[in-house]
């Protein structure tokens, strides 16, 4: 048995689990006329309702000791001092230092002072792409930008931009290419004119071969011949100056990155240039200032009134003692239709692992399946098996209050499914087969700004690190995206070679030459 | 225990798992030279390989076994011959018969009349509109097209719209709203000219909130008078034809559906009609014959050599025998990046039952979760935990072997990773962390066609079929979307009233008064 499981909070749980086994969510809130106002924290202008969830006072002490056994003080002190807790890579841990501007000193040397200027710079270059003074190809205004990236660099600068597109009034139109479809890259390049377009290549290392394949074609289609200097057309953001050098990107537009930043976190560095240039700097900064504010709220509240403990030790709790696999995001918002493949890649990739940070294999479930979709679209998709299924999906529930829009009534149907549906997956309706008992967290914002936003991605950021701190895996590396890009490599040349492949198993042998007879009709 | 459970078959697949304990699939290949062989099937343009699963001969025969103990034979009999399977709602299931034309008879009649009727309806309609002749406002040529409806009307027509792009020449723009968002409205309204727009209103019983609350936005915007009649600026898809009317949508103008179809079978319906706005009806009759030749595989092939039947028992294999409760769905194809959640629908609205067609609840799981995404965006997202989480998530990798565009590097690019992820999760490398023995499904279609297409997508449909034979549930019937929106029709005149709400429980009545509060800043 691993630490974990044999800790002392460990098996008091699985105690207490067993004694909640008919407990019914109502009859918690028949004994417990404050219990909206006991299971639910307010941050700013976030609210998180979890009194719908499995759980009593007893189980979020129970909880909230798990936490504090495992260490979660001493490892949130460690993530903002900047000590290197990506252990297996040796770096410090530092995306809240991109929010803060309290000086943080990695191997001696303060980075405030770099991304100080980085900000700057960005400030400068989307001022001038918005305004005008800095045009693109013979100095036309540019109107759209293209932003080439995958993963980190894609997802979430690309729901920031969505959901904050009600602030996008006077900026650059964006656009994101992410995966190697070239039919994919033709579409979204169809309509725009080269001439008024930039694009911006995001890629830390600048190999990576979805975005540089990616980058070459919209390089063509820019006009740019390679090699090039490309002027304002083409905007870098890497850590590799010299290979964005030999692309064509002119030195002063190569924005930098740090190996303190995890792809999946990078929306808050210069991989956000392009919220910036749709939004502007300022909004942009606002998104850094609500993500701040989760911060300290993370820093500094005790754990059973910090929202990010609360969301993350409820989630041990299904995952771990209910044997729950999943977890659903449900936003009731088009605006946030990218949160939840946000939120899985942020989730999943950090929490997807099986060996501990001192090398064990573990003994007990991590990193859940995330997913979902928004409301009320889903409600007439998948929710049947949420209401009436075999299986335990604990969900999460994310709506906003005032609306960007003047139709208060489609706004009031929209919430009034919101509000039904998890009561409706509380109270059921057992006689009509509908078990109810089932879990959920509400969480009302109040307005969906750059400040909000920026509060909600942050307040999910932490959840995930606090489960991993709990099940003692590190957060921040992803080794398993390795083999399979390495093998890719290994396979690419014999797709493209004349004659049948033949040195891989059967499957993957036959697939091949399946592929490679079939790619002409 | 309950009849499914201690059945010979089932008792058997218990036993035969546990000697599977210990198997590693890297073995069952190094064993049998013929794996891929004898673990593919081929249906015209259809490639599925299965060989890289945790099954040997004896394997499928048990789980063939099983199927056929639970009466699959007799129930596609029942199936394609317009039984009433949908036992629940007294209904025949004939989503067969729309891409067949061979006559089926319900209570004695014969559909087929109508179902040809309603195709050369659409027929004339799609074609007027494309060249022109059936104008909109003024009898402007209509340029775009507005489908407002959700779920099935909503889902399987955005899908096929934007698989097959490439068809879409020469026809209209077509447009999907679906949430009641009304800022998703705008955004969608927003670049369109009125005078060369016209919408589509999906609604089986034209009472659909969310459809309707949209249709009037969108009449609104279309400058149509409520009540008066839309000419050609509105159409309707419904099975009442009074309150189309009433909402001012012309008689010859509304195309029938037909209870015998589920919404989430509804594309191959005159709920399909957008579809056939953009690629032209003769690719929509090809969409309908290419699911005809799965239909007829599908009743015609033996089990063993059924791809639907394997799919499923294979998805009943990990789900009930190895405790997997999510199959992921990974297309390689930004084109099909709605492929996910439409089977999301398909399957977990179908699935998520734990209630039999005997009214008996079950001691075994159902439905899975479906979620899943395009890669290799996805490989840079959740495949960590693919590759290194502690769950088993079997997972359907998908590809195309021709793409519609001429730029072959790109394609083998995104080829040579398909092929290397599913021999990695088989492979892994244990000394390096990956486990392996993850197991995949790949299936290689030539091209994406709207033949091939159809055949995707009801091989999907009757692998879903199959299962729920197998669980003994009705694939066909939704009684866990009643309950919430029946709530939600209750608690909209609190929104809309302007005192506090009070007679709910606490966390909703809490919830309730935070938005009121707060819907303004």
Chains 1, 2 share one sequence.
């Not at 914002?445 to 999910?460: C, D, F």
């Not at 398993?480 to 993957?508: F, N, W």
Request: aromatic share 8%.
């Amino acid at each position: 048995m691993s630490t974990l499981t044999q800790s002392r909070a460990w098996l008091a749980l699985k105690l207490h689990r067993e004694q909640f086994a008919a407990t019914r969510m109502t009859d918690l809130f028949a004994t417990d006329p404050q219990r909206f106002k006991n299971f639910s924290l307010r941050v700013h202008d976030v609210l998180l309702d979890y009194s719908k969830n499995l759980v009593n006072a007893e189980t979020m002490q129970l909880l909230v000791a798990l936490a504090r056994e495992r260490g979660l003080g001493a490892e949130i002190q460690r993530l903002f001092n900047g000590d290197k807790i990506n252990v297996s890579e040796d770096r410090a841990v530092l995306h809240t230092a991109l929010r803060d501007g309290v000086p943080v000193r990695v191997d001696g040397n303060d980075v405030m002072p770099e991304v100080k200027a980085t900000l700057a710079r960005m400030r400068a270059f989307a001022d001038g792409v918005r305004d005008g003074s800095l045009g693109g190809r013979g100095g036309r205004k540019i109107t759209d930008v293209i932003n080439v990236g995958i993963g980190g660099s894609h997802l979430g600068p690309a729901l920031a931009t969505a959901a904050l597109a009600p602030y996008a009034a006077g900026g650059s139109r964006v656009h994101y290419i992410s995966n190697v479809d070239a039919a994919a890259v033709q579409r979204t390049l169809a309509p725009l004119d080269p001439a008024t377009t930039i694009a911006i290549v995001e890629s830390k290392t600048f190999t990576t071969t979805e975005t540089l394949t990616n980058a070459k074609l919209v390089r063509d289609w820019l006009g740019v011949p390679a090699g090039a200097d490309a002027g304002n057309q083409l905007v870098a953001v890497t850590a590799n100056t010299r290979l964005a050098a030999e692309f064509g990107v002119t030195t002063d537009r190569v924005f930098p990155c740090w190996d303190w930043v995890g792809g999946r976190y990078s929306l808050w560095s210069a991989m956000g240039l392009p919220i910036a240039l749709g939004i502007g700097m300022d909004n942009f900064e606002k998104l850094l200032h609500g993500a701040r504010e989760m911060d300290a709220h993370f820093r500094d509240a005790p754990f059973d009134r910090s929202m990010p403990v609360v969301l993350a030790v409820l989630g041990v709790w299904y995952n771990n003692f209910f044997g729950a696999a999943s977890q659903a995001i449900l936003p009731y918002d088009e605006s946030l239709a990218l949160l939840p493949a946000h939120l899985q890649q942020l989730d999943m990739e950090s929490s997807g692992k099986q060996v501990t940070r001192d090398g064990e294999t573990v003994d007990y479930d991590t990193g859940m399946i995330i997913w979902g979709a928004t409301g009320t679209n889903a409600q007439h998709s998948f929710f049947q098996l949420l209401h009436q299924g075999t299986r335990l999906v604990p969900a999460d529930f994310i709506a906003v209050c005032e609306p960007h829009h003047a139709m208060p009534h489609s706004h009031a149907i929209l919430l009034s499914n919101f509000f039904a549906q998890t009561a409706a997956l509380m109270n059921g309706a057992p006689a009509d087969g509908f078990p109810g008992n089932r879990p959920t967290n509400s969480i009302l914002v109040q307005k969906l700004t750059p400040h909000s936003l920026g509060m909600l991605l942050a307040l999910y950021e932490h959840k995930v690190f606090v489960q991993n701190t709990i099940w003692g895996i590190n957060a921040f590396d992803q080794p398993g995206v390795e083999l399979g890009k390495r093998l890719a490599s290994g396979i690419l040349p014999d797709l493209e070679a004349a004659t049948a492949a033949g040195r891989y198993d059967a499957s993957t042998t036959g697939l091949i030459n399946f592929y490679k007879i079939n790619r002409h009709s």
